[in-house]
């Protein structure tokens, strides 16, 4: 009984059907184990390797220089924003806005900064439902190329305090 | 204060039960009831509000009773019953008193204060930062003080186990090694005493950063360390609960392991690698680097699955193996549709090893892809994949071992066994209808924490798909089932614990 102390000798031989079972229970752990690697150097979509700290107040600056010296428009009181093709987008989560509104080209690679000015913030695409964990502090740098035309939408999915579900951002690709 | 030596001998499995261990194990699983109670209702009205269709209460209350929820269920309710269960696997299991009877109430008494201070401070608004309490959002600093006295109280009641085992071996109480079951809850002492370090780690500079004596806490920093806390102690559970699996297979049908070897060896697979999970959080995270994510949940990770997928035969092997002893031989399946299935802890066994393995086992392991999290982070999906695991897994096999605890270390009979036996089917059938709910809204992009994923009062307009609402709804039916489970259990064990009848002190009945 699992209650009562086992029989003197229990280091015992696996039995057959055991060894079968824990076999192919190891080999799929082992294809589970290649899969990971494998899909960073095949795979078109992983998560940010490049790490960098970026203070809030920084992030701030330089997310508000890349607004004013692209905007071309304003919605609902945020800039709306057009970067041209090759330069860096920042992308701010606050309480709780995404800042700006992104105008981006069908084809083009943009590299993407996303950090937070104040709490922790989801960053969460949709509808092809990408997400980030979006951290103050920390930058989020990753590559995005639109492969399709179309108005997208950012919700929040990290908890952000009390509006944190009115939490919307905007990318119109054309 | 009783006497230290006093015991009685059990009647059907011959162990002595001491008075004091007796006294330690009821009061830290009534107190665990108490908070299921808690935790019980405002899942409830968290469940309610999320349903769109009835969208019960305001924004802030939702977030506060959603924290107050995750805190009750995840931390409270389930650390008393492991704590209970400790003294069960050492003292009772082990033929020997408790070791330090005084300073486990002192233990107890730790964490009923840190518990009772957390509650408060959510409930009078001063914490509304979720389970998980994110740096920079801060909460009152007796918050984090009340967390710290709970699981320096949980710390303190594992030393207990592992004192008292060690009293068991210096005289000699039992020949051998010792029960599996008693080897498996080792193993989820020890993940507590690294998980709880690592609690230890963060919250004491949290504490002292909400008091304002640390003025930066990188908040990159705290979620690396907080999951050292946050996802161990789900390991804690999944521990105890594949020991707790053992433990009514033997109670039921009288499941003994097949290969005492194979089971103790998955036990100390857990032990090397499932605090490496607690990685997953992250692989969405800026700053950590490719490598650090890959060798933590890919490499080493999957040796823990290993060994859940030891257990995953090892369980329903012995299972098997015993009924056939029992006379059921007829065909492949005989010994499985002549279970017991009308006594509580055979259904709230299946149940918990299936939902456990095949809702919260599977996507726990999918998401736990580098690139598959990208699709799943902090989308309803995780809630679905931790309520499989924690609240179908852990929390059924808990429930479905008090029917027999009752009875066995309380002497008491149960009062509604008719209601205990369809409780676990209510329970398991809405955590599956849950859970699912869940992981396909989640799949299509519904936000976890959320209080509106209809974004009516957003400034950008947005909506999604409307199968997200109709599968919330799905899950939101499936809640109320497991609510009306949850009363059930907290229904029949108040009653019997208060007022069962006293059972005679030779009388061999298990349920």
């Known amino acids: 009984m699992p209650i009562t102390s086992p029989e003197k000798y229990w280091w015992k031989p696996a039995d057959k059907q055991e060894k079968i079972w824990i076999t192919l229970s190891l080999i799929w752990c082992l294809i589970l184990f290649a899969m990971m690697p494998l899909w960073h150097i095949y795979g078109k979509q992983n998560p940010s390797a490049e790490p960098l700290k970026i203070r809030p107040a920084d992030f701030m600056k330089v997310s508000n220089v890349f607004i004013e010296k692209y905007k071309v428009g304003e919605e609902s009181g945020i800039a709306i924003v057009e970067p041209p093709a090759g330069v860096d987008v920042y992308l701010r989560g606050q309480m709780w806005n995404w800042v700006p509104i992104l105008k981006l080209k069908k084809g083009v690679s943009y590299k993407f900064h996303i950090s937070s000015t104040d709490l922790m913030h989801g960053f969460s695409l949709q509808p092809m439902n990408m997400n980030f964990q979006i951290v103050p502090g920390h930058d989020n740098i990753l590559n995005f190329t639109p492969t399709e035309a179309g108005t997208f939408h950012i919700i929040c999915n990290e908890f952000c305090g009390i509006n944190h579900h009115t939490m919307v951002g905007k990318i119109i690709v054309m | 204060m009783t006497n230290a030596a006093e015991f009685r001998t059990c009647p059907i499995t011959g162990k002595k039960v001491f008075k004091t261990t007796q006294n330690l194990m009821w009061i830290n699983a009534v107190t665990a009831v108490v908070f299921i109670l808690i935790g019980g209702i405002m899942a409830l ?20 009773f959603l924290t107050a929820h995750g805190l009750n269920m995840l931390i409270f309710w389930i650390v008393f019953f492991e704590i209970a269960g400790l003294y069960f696997g050492s003292s009772v299991l082990l033929n020997v008193r408790l070791a330090t009877p005084k300073l486990a109430w002192l233990a107890y008494l730790l964490m009923l204060v840190g518990a ?41 009641g594992c030393g207990i186990f592992f004192a008292t085992w060690a009293i068991a071996r210096a005289e000699k109480t039992y020949e051998g090694s010792v029960p599996l079951v008693t080897f498996g809850l080792t193993a989820a002492a020890i993940i507590a005493v690294f998980t709880l370090s690592a609690g230890a780690i963060i919250y004491i500079p949290t504490f002292l950063w909400s008091l304002g004596i640390i003025k930066n ?44 070897k194979i089971c103790r060896t998955a036990f100390v697979l857990y032990i090397l690698f499932i605090n490496l999970a607690s990685e997953h959080h992250l692989l969405t995270d800026p700053t950590l680097s490719s490598a650090h994510k890959i060798a933590n949940t890919s490499y080493f990770m999957y040796l823990a699955v290993l060994a859940s997928m030891i257990h995953a035969l090892a369980i329903p092997m012995a299972l098997e193996v015993a009924q056939r002893k029992n006379g059921y031989t007829k065909g492949l399946f005989e010994w499985f549709t002549k279970a017991p299935w009308g006594q509580p802890g055979f259904p709230a066994l299946i149940f918990s090893l299936f939902i456990f393995g095949f809702i919260g086992g599977i996507t726990g392991v999918a998401y736990g892809t580098e690139q598959l999290a990208i699709k799943s982070h902090n989308t309803w999906a995780m809630t679905g994949h931790f309520h499989g695991t924690v609240v179908g897994g852990t929390t059924l096999a808990f429930m479905g071992l008090t029917y027999y605890v009752i009875p066995l270390i309380f002497r008491r009979e149960l009062i509604g066994k008719k209601l205990a036996t369809i409780q676990p089917y209510i329970f398991g059938i809405g955590i599956v209808l849950m859970s699912l709910g869940m992981g396909a809204a989640g799949t299509l992009g519904s936000p976890r924490r959320h209080w509106d994923v209809t974004f009516a009062v957003s400034i950008i307009p947005f909506s999604f798909d409307p199968t997200v609402i109709l599968f919330t709804t799905v899950a939101a039916i499936g809640a109320m089932l497991a609510v009306t489970g949850g009363a059930i259990y907290v229904l029949v064990s108040v009653l019997s614990v208060f007022f069962g009848r006293k059972m005679a002190a030779n009388e061999a009945k298990i349920i």
């Open chain 2, 217 to 260: 806490l990188d908040a990159a920093m705290y979620r690396l360390i907080f999951w050292g806390l946050g996802h161990s102690s789900q390991q804690i559970n999944v521990t105890a609960m594949v020991s707790i699996w053992y433990l009514l297979g033997a109670l039921t049908v009288g499941a003994k392991p097949v290969n005492e």
């Open chain 2, 116 to 156: 009772v201070m957390v509650d408060i401070m959510v409930f009078t608004g001063r914490a509304d930062v979720m389970f998980t309490s994110y740096v920079p959002l801060m909460a009152h600093p007796l918050y984090y003080l009340g967390i710290i006295l709970f699981a320096v109280g949980a710390l303190i």
């Open chain 2, 45 to 64: 009205l968290v469940a309610l509000t999320r349903w769109p269709a009835v969208h019960l209460l305001p924004a802030d209350l939702f977030y506060r």
